[in-house]
């Protein structure tokens, strides 16, 4: 698990310091009033970043346990870990209800 997290960090660390390289190569190729030759080098370089920076390369995972499978984003929790908070009533608010 802690393999899993490191990876976790480090791919989110290089999405993190190829975003801005990425937004500004990109409006440098999409604007018409620059040359073309500094558009198409943009470009380039663009196409040359690999797509492990990407953001939809990031996977959310449990903080508790590192589980990406049924991952609830408003908690950063899995189902089974959530679920555990509240029967501890853990989590302020919130009440395990059984019908």
Do not use: Y
């Amino acid at each position: 698990m802690k393999k899993l997290l490191e990876k976790d960090k480090k791919i989110r660390k290089n999405v993190k310091n190829f975003e801005k390289k990425k937004l500004i190569l990109k409006t440098i190729s999409n604007n018409l009033n620059l040359p073309d030759l500094l558009r198409f080098n943009a470009f380039n370089n663009l196409n040359k970043i690999s797509n492990q920076t990407s953001k939809t390369f990031i996977s959310n995972r449990c903080v508790n346990t590192i589980n990406k499978k049924k991952f609830n984003k408003l908690t950063h929790f899995s189902r089974m870990v959530f679920l555990m908070l509240v029967r501890d009533k853990s989590i302020h608010g919130l009440d395990k209800v059984s019908w």
